[in-house]
């Protein structure tokens, strides 16, 4: 039996790695899609990660005083692991948050206790969709709420304690969980955090380590500058601009993504493996699946389950 912990915090992390076998073996793959189940943090997604590694981080500098007012922009994820952060130490919590994004994460803010500041889309934007154009509103919207409150901003899209926080625990936890067999890694880039830290992270381990940011279809910013279309709806990333966090010398290439093959590799996540996530773990296993067939065959593949499809029951996603 474990032993008794002191917060919820302590949970976060050191989630468990899955053999997505029966997948695999559905595609006539040769080789391993390592999936690490992150869905299961205690806000149900990888950014509990940083959250709590932004937040301490600022703790120790000095630059977050007790009590002072945190506010974040966030499609979702970031804002629901701060808001849990947030509760357990004390502050309060505003996230600016496009309209546009699944109102379950929104839900389950409020119920941690935290304010939400939602933005409205921009004009030529769509519901359920979240372009570029809408998410720079949403960083307008932060950034001057934050100055007008004298409040903390986190900065997840330029905050390098990001891409720290998956440098020192993801990419320690897979190389630690596959004993050093992983050779290829591939990421579905919001803000490009889990992909700069991981692959730093793993790249020290075995400078030979493929690593290979996932992108939606026509929002190919990394993968030869594609962006007939743009729109896209894989909620959490894909917007279709150059990451400030993300270093272009440990991309090995990039692998594009239409809506169709996030959902489909969405559904048997659930059906197949009993794994329940959201649209861009779907995206990660698709972009596995096609480095199997290809370059990694034989290998192993590893990717991030990111988040629960529980934050997705208001879409299409499940029918």
Sequence with gaps: MGKILFSVLQTIGNTPLIDLQRLAARHGLQGRILAKLDSINPSFSKKDRIALHMIEEAEKAGRLKPGQLIVEETSGNTGNGLALVCAVKGYRFVAAMSRGNSMERVKMMRGLGAELLLVDQAPDSKPGLVSGADLQLVEEAARRYAKENGAYLTGQFFNEENNEAHELTTAKEIWEQTD????????????????????????????????????????????????????????????????????????DGAIPVTDEEAIAFTRELAQIEGIFAGFSSGANVCAAVKLLRGQAKGKDVAVLINDSGLKYLSTDLFV
């Excluded at 279809?217 to 990394?222: E, F």
């Design 180 to 251: 050093g067999t992983v050779a290829y890694f591939a990421d579905f880039a919001g803000t490009g955090g889990t992909f700069a830290g991981t692959s730093k992270g793993l790249k020290q381990y075995n400078p030979r380590i493929k690593c290979f940011i996932v992108e939606p279809a026509g929002g190919a910013v990394y993968g030869g500058g594609d962006l007939s279309s743009p729109g896209h709806r894989i909620q959490g990333g894909g917007y279709a601009k150059v990451l400030d966090l993300i270093d272009r010398q440990n991309i």
